[in-house]
């Protein structure tokens, strides 16, 4: 009797090793490793779609919206989903500006609206950043006295649940123009 528990214990264990294990899911319900085809079926049941940019890189349509607290209309994003070898290895979440500059009247506002309400949302969701470089925590006068007097850029990452979360953003003051987005990546130990 002594003898059949741990060879059943190690059968158990040997087992459940090799079954596959289930990765964390990322934005929208996706998961690192998945397919086209099953990121397409996902995204669909959400109502939304894929379409082949190249050959690795699929639009995901309707553009994408982030509600945030303080906005009376969400702010636009596109959407890209990168595969490399058949597999899902990122997402990229790119802020439509001029949309957002209209909806919200100002590029300033639009700046300090994603350094600001959008971050307080990351940090919500993933904790404090592991690493932060620039303007990225200016905001309010300091932040609009930053812009006015120049360029500005930020970026910032979080690491949470097998994945690597960053936010990447420049302002340049000639020609006014302002570049946000968000990626998410697997962490490296998940390579």
């Not at 350094?115 to 609009?144: R, W």
Request: aromatic share 8%; charged share 15%.
């Amino acid at each position: 009797m002594k003898r059949r528990i741990p060879m059943l214990t190690m059968a158990v264990a040997l087992m459940l090793s090799t079954l596959p294990a289930c990765a964390q899911s990322t934005w929208n319900g996706l998961r690192f490793g998945m397919s086209k085809e099953e990121a397409d079926q996902t995204l669909k049941a959400k109502g939304m779609a894929i379409s082949e940019r190249n050959p690795n890189v699929f639009a995901v349509m309707p553009t994408y919206q982030v509600s945030l607290p303080d906005l009376v209309k969400p702010l636009p994003f596109n959407a890209e989903l990168t595969f490399s070898k058949g597999a899902l290895q990122g997402i990229n979440l790119n802020l439509i500006t001029d949309e957002a500059t209209k909806s919200i009247g100002s590029l300033y506002a639009v700046v300090d609206i994603v350094n600001g309400s959008m971050k307080k949302a990351l940090m919500a969701k993933y904790g404090k950043p592991i690493e932060a470089n620039g303007a990225c925590n200016a905001g309010g006068n300091e932040l609009v006295d930053i812009l006015f007097n120049g360029n500005a850029s930020c970026a910032e990452s979080w690491q949470s649940q097998g994945q690597l979360i960053s936010v990447k953003w420049w302002y340049d003051k000639e020609p006014n123009s302002f570049v946000y987005f968000v990626s998410y990546h697997p962490s490296s130990s998940d390579l």
